[in-house]
């Protein structure tokens, strides 16, 4: 039997996001931001297991988007901070919808498709609880429930550890993988093949290419890209 998922997406106001993509500007930021969750919901609404797509926002620009783009938003405000409104969101998604699966994945995941998430999700659709580290194998951008009780507030700094010691499976997405790769430098971003690039990222790419060489992609990858 196939699982069946919901997917959860923090977004904090673009107009905050990036902050530290130095050499931008303000607004190249906000719509770095934009870009990258544009892909990463429309990536995620593909995924034959995600039953849906919710964003955990209160900003009404991220919920517009979000909106336009067929996902649902939640989000109080009651619980500032990404761990009080990822706990919130899970707890109340997982409420209405009990015999889902929950995801919460990172919203700055540029490289990650859709093919990248299917696979993640089938590896994790065989554990209670599941987590999947940043490149640094210190940070977390992408962890899995059956039930929203088993949330550990631990994101940020050092959360891989912590949520291992409460009984994550480690989910052994290889390191190479987009997945592990979370975009919070401009750097970052400017170190992922082109080809798994998203079409919104890849258009600010072209607007607001920071300077410097760039590399070039072949047919065979824009057509990867486009998946």
Same mark, same amino acid.
């Given at each position: 039997?196939?699982?069946?998922?919901?997917?959860?997406?923090?977004?904090?106001?673009?107009?905050?996001?990036?902050?530290?993509?130095?050499?931008?500007?303000?607004?190249?930021?906000? *719509?770095?931001?934009?870009?990258?969750?544009?892909?990463?919901?429309?990536?995620?609404?593909?995924?034959? !297991?995600?039953?849906?797509?919710?964003?955990?926002?209160?900003?009404?620009?991220?919920?517009?988007?979000?909106?336009?783009?067929?996902?649902?938003?939640?989000?109080?405000?009651?619980?500032?901070?990404?761990?009080?409104? !990822?706990?919130?969101? $899970?707890?109340?998604i997982g409420g209405t919808a009990p015999a889902a699966? $929950?995801?919460?994945?990172?919203?700055?995941?540029?490289?990650? #498709?859709?093919?990248?998430?299917?696979?993640?999700?089938?590896?994790?659709?065989?554990?209670?609880?599941?987590?999947?580290?940043?490149?640094?194998?210190?940070?977390?951008?992408?962890?899995?429930?059956?039930?929203?009780?088993?949330?550990?507030?631990?994101? #940020?700094?050092?959360? $891989?550890?912590?949520?291992? #010691?409460?009984?994550?499976?480690? *989910?052994?997405? #290889?390191?190479?993988?987009? *997945?592990r790769r979370d975009v919070d430098t401009v750097d970052?971003?400017?170190?992922?093949?082109?080809?798994?690039?998203?079409?919104?990222?890849?258009?600010? $790419?072209? !607007?607001?290419?920071?300077?410097?060489?760039?590399?070039?992609?072949?047919?065979?990858?824009?057509?990867?890209?486009?998946l």
């Open positions: 039997m196939t699982t069946e998922w919901i997917a959860l997406v923090p977004a904090k106001a673009f107009t905050r996001a990036k902050s530290r993509c130095v050499g931008l500007t303000p607004d190249a930021r906000r *719509l770095l931001a934009r870009a990258m969750l544009t892909d990463t919901v429309r990536r995620l609404r593909a995924v034959p !297991a995600v039953r849906s797509v919710v964003v955990v926002t209160t900003d009404p620009e991220v919920t517009g988007l979000a909106l336009a783009e067929g996902a649902a938003v939640t989000g109080s405000g009651r619980f500032p901070g990404l761990n009080g409104e !990822a706990g919130e969101a $899970l707890e109340l699966a $929950l995801v919460l994945i990172m919203g700055d995941l540029a490289g990650a #498709g859709t093919a990248d998430h299917t696979r993640a999700l089938t590896l994790a659709a065989r554990h209670r609880r599941a987590v999947v580290g940043d490149a640094d194998g210190t940070g977390t951008t992408l962890l899995t429930l059956r039930e929203a009780a088993d949330f550990r507030p631990f994101l #940020g700094p050092g959360s $891989l550890a912590r949520f291992h #010691g409460a009984g994550y499976h480690h *989910l052994g997405v #290889g390191p190479a993988s987009p *997945l970052h971003l400017l170190a992922l093949p082109p080809h798994t690039l998203g079409p919104a990222t890849r258009e600010w $790419l072209t !607007a607001f290419r920071p300077d410097g060489p760039q590399p070039r992609t072949t047919a065979h990858e824009r057509k990867v890209g486009a």
